[in-house]
């Protein structure tokens, strides 16, 4: 003979009056919310607060005579036809265009050399590729700022050595290109290790059938490995088209070296600074801030769910 047991219910014992009942299940309630009410607090404190007051902060505007003044989208309408914005926006949009899939391509070429067992130190070459990821931004533009000078770097030893200004990556020309190279060599190392850590979650069943099935190292990078990939690619591009958005250091540290090169809006995460810290314009450095924030969002979420459609496919 079997027994079941059931769930005390006010219908089914009548001992239970549907009062007590309810308040159990507001206690539970109320215990949920205490749970993730330290986060709630500190998301509310870092996220929350400065969003509001930057939007605050847009729909006024600091007038000589009067103080801070509502202006509603006055701010906003100047901006659609600043040319500086749009001159920073087009930059870094070819930035994204161009880097990010170079970045992404170097790093699942490096995780796929290091996930096969035909390279010899696979460790050696994980540990050397993430390292420039472990190096400080500041410390990275540094470097590399060195090596670019044409009057003192390495390029100067090179226009030395070939007897004219050949190599200049500092040049108004090439200084996108510069600043991309700088990033795809800080964050490959990142990436690799995100689409590395994926493929050693792969079954080794899978290997194992490919391998009877006569596939070669190509098929099983296109039926096995790409689609296993999926989910970390979508990650690793939200993070870099934010990331290219975001682009503030590289131009900011370089810009000494170079002032005729790279402006105060090179950038509008740069143009957004420059006019909080040094032209006193927080009103429409705010403005700056909520149209890129908006930018960003829309574009990353547009990937994300593209990504997941390809994801059900």
Known sequence: M??????????????????????????RNWQGWAFVAP????????????LAFAIYLSLYRRQMIGGNTFVGLENY????????????????????????????????AAAFAIDSARLHAASFFRLMIFLPYAVPAVVAVLMW??????????AANL???????????LSQKWILASIGNIVT??????NMLLF????????????????????????????IKLPALRGSLVIATIFSIIGSFQLFNEPNILRPLIKNVI???????????????????????????????????????????????????
């Open 77 to 108: 309408s100047q901006l659609l036809s600043d040319a500086s914005f749009w001159s920073g926006l087009s930059r870094v949009l070819l930035f994204l265009v161009i880097q990010v899939p170079i970045m992404l391509i170097l790093a699942l």
């Open 196 to 223: 590395y850590s994926t493929l050693t979650t792969i079954p080794g069943d899978l290997f194992e059938a490919a391998e009877l099935d006569g596939a070669g190292a190509f098929r099983v990078i296109r039926s």
């Open 145 to 154: 700022g060195f090596i670019y000078g044409d009057e003192f770097g390495l």
């Open 39 to 50: 986060f709630m607090a500190v998301f509310a404190l870092v996220f929350i607060a400065p």
């Open 185 to 190: 060599w800080e964050f490959v190392g990142y």
């Open 159 to 169: 226009n030395d050595f070939l007897g004219s200004k050949v190599v200049t990556p």
């Open 263 to 313: 402006t105060s809006d090179y950038t509008p995460n740069m143009y957004a600074y420059n006019l909080a810290f040094a032209g006193q314009q927080h009103n429409y450095s705010a403005t700056v801030a909520i149209v890129m924030g908006v930018i960003t969002a829309v574009i990353a979420y547009v990937v994300q769910l593209r990504g997941s459609r390809m994801e059900e496919r």
């Open 2 to 27: 079997t027994t079941t047991s059931t769930v005390p219910d006010a219908r089914a014992n009548p001992e239970v009056p549907p009062v007590k009942l309810e308040v159990r299940r507001q206690r």
